[in-house]
């Protein structure tokens, strides 16, 4: 491909052009509008040949995900958490998509990572929001750490569906990773039941 400039003007592209050339643009478009490019095609001893074509350029979405707030589980208990997504751009992201909770055993997501795809957000016009969540069951107590990511279905998922003016900002920018702290669930020991109930016998009855 060759390059095709994106500003006002004439513009040769090339002294000689072969059958079946292609040409793009080299540069990306300054603002929202509409803009017309005009291919003239000139021989000598023949009338110039002309190709106008419109392109219309408009706003794109750009996603965001809130951290999780929730910092706190149980062994064997579902937890809900939750994350609002964002469409910080001007222009809305045209469909539905899937968003992402990730959980680590690393603060930075290194280690022990785990994808939580959500499916089914509809489509956010510029400045919506929509809360997304997901019921996670942590086996084992300790630290954890999560967050949310919008318009992902996994770790290696790049750029998602839905095309953005930037897609760099899309998981739980303010605080990276939450830490959740998991415990295990409380018990009562047999022992300790015994004694109680053997406490209780003492007194009488009426």
Not at 86 to 97: L, P
Not at 103 to 113: E, F, I, K, V, Y
């Amino acid at each position: 491909f060759a390059p095709w400039g994106t500003g006002a003007g004439t513009s040769a592209v090339n002294a000689s052009i072969a059958t079946g050339s292609h040409y793009q643009n080299a540069s990306p478009y300054p603002s929202t509008g509409t803009y017309t490019y005009t291919l003239t095609c000139s021989k000598a001893g023949t009338a110039d040949a002309t190709k106008t074509i419109n392109v219309v350029v408009s706003s794109q979405s750009d996603l965001t995900a809130s951290s999780p707030t929730q910092t706190t589980a149980t062994t064997g208990v579902a937890q809900t958490f939750t994350s609002t997504i964002s469409n910080v751009g001007g222009g809305s992201t045209g469909a539905s998509f899937t968003n992402l909770f990730q959980t680590a055993t690393s603060s930075n997501g290194s280690t022990g990572l785990i994808d939580y795809p959500v499916s089914g957000m509809s489509t956010l016009a510029s400045g919506a929001t929509s809360v997304t969540s997901k019921s996670i069951t942590f086996s084992t107590p300790g630290t954890y750490y999560i967050r949310a990511c919008a318009d992902k279905s996994s770790s290696g998922d790049v750029n998602g569906t839905v095309s953005e003016s930037n897609e760099n900002n899309n998981c739980s920018m303010s605080t990276p990773w939450t830490t959740v702290t998991v415990t295990n669930a409380s018990t009562i020991s047999i022992s300790n039941l015994s004694a109680w109930a053997e406490s209780i016998s003492d007194y009488p009855t009426t």
